[in-house]
């Protein structure tokens, strides 16, 4: 594969809204969908058609005009453009509830992003077989981590043990963490967090349902 | 309580962020932190200080010169814009691993959100205990929704079902919809839908590793 350009200063939810599409253009490939314009698309995905042409000139020109926009093609830029055609390897911290969903959600578990490693401290926990994995104690993180060449780390502890588990999953040399927990947590300036708080969207959605009503 | 006034126009990016530092000020009340100034509360939540005094001044002048916020009153502040010290009662459709994970964490059975009702169409799930609930037919969600006052539907079911959720919530009533299956859904104008993408934040992830690699 080519090494693509470099892309700088991206917005944030410039990346997020690229992840709406991806999945938007993958279910109309599925679909059989060859052809969709920047229109429907927008209506799909909740944006407006201006936000999409502007999303995607970030990377090129990829319309045809008075086509559009062929779907397996540009689902293919959209994946090149956000890494997501790069093999990524997660180690998942927490193996309760959470961390089950996650090992058993699909995409969570597929060749380019991969959940190769569960790790739980909990001496009943360890070396019980998931989902195709074997639980490891946390302690092993700084030895499986290089070994299975992991990058990513997810945390989906009890917030009190958050922070401990990302101090662990740095010390074994991951680069991002993926924190489902709902503590902060502090880590070296080279490692990337993304939180995922699942009361951004209560809040998105309990604001718009009571603004409505007055 | 009194009728809080009425807000207009604030950007979903700022309902997030104060959904954060929610969660950040309702910890730091719980270490007993009394006054925090914006630059600190900034840092813990990945933000800059301008943006976090920006994001307030939608509401209102909290700060006190010189002290900084109180933490108590500024998250009863915030809590009160985000309409989230009112009661919100929620249906689940889907009791499978995503959906029981949902059902067991704390901040989704509390008083003020709680998902009251637990719904499936698996012959073998309907009639099961789980976590306090009985799982009921998604057909009685047109019974349910009214009889619990239910207002809000959260979709755990797999891709391919979830359209059929998302009708049926809406025909029972239902006004917003938290969507955690990977499938866009169409709902009337006048129901508000949340995608809970994971691969939102993992893109923002894997895009910071490789850009900072190069």
Redo the contacts between chains.
């Keep these: 594969m080519n090494q693509p350009p470099?892309?700088?200063h991206?917005p944030?939810?410039t990346?997020?809204r690229?992840?709406?599409y991806?999945?938007?253009l993958e279910?109309m490939d599925k679909d059989g969908v060859q052809v969709i314009s920047s229109e429907p698309l927008a209506r799909?995905?909740?944006v407006n058609a201006s936000q999409v042409r502007k999303d995607l000139a970030y990377f090129g020109e990829f319309g045809v005009r008075g086509v559009g926009y062929y779907v397996s093609y540009l689902r293919d830029i959209i994946k090149g453009c956000?890494?997501?055609d790069?093999k990524?390897k997660a180690a998942l911290v927490g193996v309760?509830?959470?961390g089950?969903?996650l090992l058993?959600?699909p995409?969570?578990r597929s060749n380019n992003?991969n959940i190769v490693g569960a790790f739980d401290c909990d001496p009943f926990k360890i070396g019980e077989r998931l989902y195709g994995l074997e639980v490891y104690c946390t302690k092993s993180l700084m030895e499986k981590v290089p070994e299975l060449g992991i990058?990513?780390g997810i945390i989906t502890v009890p917030?009190e043990r958050a922070q401990r588990a990302a101090t662990q999953l740095v010390d074994a040399g991951i680069?991002?963490?993926?924190n489902y927990s709902?503590?902060?947590i502090s880590v070296p300036d080279?490692v990337?967090?993304?939180?995922?708080?699942?009361?951004?969207?209560?809040?998105?959605?309990?604001?718009?349902?009571?603004?409505?009503k007055?």
């Excluded at 680069?175 to 993926?178: D, E, Q, R, S, V």
């Excluded at 209560?202 to 349902?209: A, D, G």
């Design positions: 470099k892309y700088e991206i944030r939810a990346i997020q690229l992840a709406t991806l999945q938007v279910a799909v995905c909740d956000l890494y997501a790069l990524w309760g509830n959470m089950r969903a058993n959600y995409e969570f992003f990058e990513i917030p680069k991002g963490i993926l709902a503590a902060r080279h990337f967090v993304e939180y995922i708080n699942f009361f951004h969207q209560v809040y998105s959605l309990t604001f718009n349902i009571v603004s409505q007055r």
